[in-house]
């Protein structure tokens, strides 16, 4: 019998922006944004206290910012299956955003349970950000995600398998 090698899980990541449209995060995961029935099950609502979400000038996507105490942004948190997907993530959203360690809590039937958790935070231009402007997943759902879909079409996260600690 030979023993198998555990590949540690890598640690779930809030999503609060662009993400949370099934059909892109199905396309960034496994390259079919028809595939929203295999992303699903990987996925519990939740909410990060502290930030803010705002729409970026011009742009289609959010930034999430460090606000203050009371502030709080609704999300999603993605139980990855393996460092694989996580890769893929990372690469789509780039070097515009900084990985930060924080504390969500998931919702669900009865009390929230706090979980420790990544999420991109902006780490591009503070004034490409607008301030005054919440980002909103229904009018990007609306109005963008076709052309992102279309955009990315043909296109792969490969999500390469080098060593991380993520």
Known sequence: MTAGLVVPTPRPLFLYGTLRAKPLLAW???????RADLVAPLLKPAILKGYSRFSMIGKDYPALIKHDEMST????????????????????????????????????????????ADTYLWNGERDAVSVTEPWDLDTFIRESLDNWIELFAGMELVGD??????
């Open 161 to 166: 398998d080098e060593d991380d600690s993520k």
């Open 28 to 34: 960034a995961l496994t390259g079919d944004s028809r």
């Open 73 to 116: 942004t609704d999300g999603l948190l993605l139980f990855p299956q393996d460092k694989r997907q996580r890769k893929k993530l990372d690469d789509f959203e780039g070097e515009a955003y900084t990985v930060a360690q924080v504390q969500v809590a998931v919702i669900g039937d009865g009390e929230a349970q706090m979980v420790d």
